[in-house]
């Protein structure tokens, strides 16, 4: 398998074997942390919206690695300001560094910017659309804390329509015979083009409104943030901030071995108290983005195969 060069654009264009292949890379990573394997790289960072963890961690694992970083964490210092279009703006980033992360408020960004570049680019999130990085990082976790990916009982909670990181996870996860649990007030359901790709790939679902109601049968819980973003209308936003908020009431109501995911960054819809509890993963879930992002670097970068 040779990802050489490869764009990372949508979870779509990889097969479940390219997809098991990345995370044993990952593994690999996490093994040998500390390698000079992309020394004389350079990898540009474009965050033309906020991020945390998607941009330190991609920073961190190019700099354990030997690369070197440029870039932005706001378009408002770049020549974007004075009116440069964004194929502009990679033309020249392609100049500049080898390979190229991008975050991006607009559907399809990425893939635009993978066509104006002949580097290879990474879609860091592009609107409510895709982000690929955090679901091979999520598909990893899963793999570590259930030991499998096969035959699980995913519930996916609160802000569907508009979370990306679900959209990219319902598609990476339809390959190992999940049933989901789609939980969500009707106006963030997930969207029907997702629905209608899980049935066509004759892929279980439940489409619900309350947690309790299916509490019991879930191995995974991956809860998200309403995405206050991306709500045209802030008065439709208020209506559903705080909907979901997970507690400690919840621990009657699902099985032992549950464990709680959230891409993060979380508001308030997991309570502190969870978090000492075996159930909550989610900053470990954080700190796989490390192995998971030195493993796509490395490997777009051909420099492990
Ligand atoms: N999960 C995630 O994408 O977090 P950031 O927005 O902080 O990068």
């Known amino acids: 398998m040779n990802f050489k060069?490869?764009?990372i654009i949508s979870i779509h264009d990889?097969?479940?074997?390219?997809?098991?292949s990345i995370l044993k890379t990952?593994?690999?990573?996490?093994?040998?942390?500390?390698?000079?394997?992309?020394?004389g790289k350079i990898l540009a960072a474009l965050?033309?919206?906020?991020?945390?963890?998607?941009?330190?961690s991609f920073i961190s694992a190019m700099e354990q690695l030997g690369g070197e970083v440029i870039g932005f964490a706001t378009s408002n210092i770049t020549s974007i300001k004075k009116g440069e279009t964004l194929?502009?703006?990679?033309?020249?980033?392609?100049?500049?560094?080898?390979?190229?992360?991008?975050?991006?408020?607009?559907?399809?960004s990425a893939r635009l910017a993978a066509e104006a570049s002949s580097k290879p680019v990474?879609?860091?999130?592009?609107?409510?659309?895709?982000?690929?990085?955090?679901?091979?990082l999520d598909l990893y976790t899963i793999q570590k804390v259930k030991g499998k990916l096969d035959n699980l009982h995913i519930g996916m909670l609160g802000d569907l329509k508009y979370g990306r990181t679900v959209h990219s996870l319902v598609t990476a996860l339809s390959h190992f015979k999940p049933t989901f649990y789609f939980i969500a007030p009707q106006a963030l359901q997930m969207p029907q083009t997702y629905l209608d790709e899980l049935k066509e790939k004759k892929?279980?679902?439940?489409?619900?409104?309350?947690?309790?109601?299916?509490?019991?049968?879930?191995?995974?819980?991956?809860?998200?943030?309403?995405?206050?973003?991306?709500?045209?209308d802030p008065i439709e936003y208020e209506k559903y901030r705080g909907i979901y908020k997970l507690d400690t009431s919840l621990l009657p109501n699902i099985k032992k071995d549950l464990k709680i995911m959230h891409p993060l960054p979380?508001?308030?819809?997991?309570?502190?108290?969870?978090?000492?509890?075996?159930?909550?993963?989610?900053f470990e879930q954080a700190a796989n983005g490390i192995p998971v992002r030195k493993a796509l670097l490395a490997l777009v970068l051909g420099k492990i195969k």
């Open 5 to 7: 060069n490869r764009d």
């Open 14 to 20: 990889f097969s479940k074997d390219e997809l098991l």
């Open 26 to 39: 990952a593994r690999y990573m996490e093994k040998n942390p500390n390698t000079n394997l992309l020394k």
């Open 47 to 56: 965050f033309f919206e906020p991020s945390t963890r998607t941009r330190l």
């Open 87 to 108: 194929w502009d703006t990679i033309k020249m980033v392609e100049a500049y560094s080898d390979v190229a992360v991008i975050r991006h408020p607009m559907e399809g």
């Open 122 to 136: 990474i879609n860091a999130g592009d609107g409510a659309n895709q982000h690929p990085t955090q679901t091979l």
């Open 203 to 232: 892929i279980k679902f439940y489409l619900e409104s309350n947690l309790m109601k299916v509490s019991k049968k879930l191995d995974i819980l991956y809860a998200t943030r309403i995405q206050e973003e991306r709500f045209a």
């Open 266 to 282: 979380r508001v308030d819809e997991i309570d502190k108290s969870l978090d000492e509890t075996e159930h909550a993963v989610y």
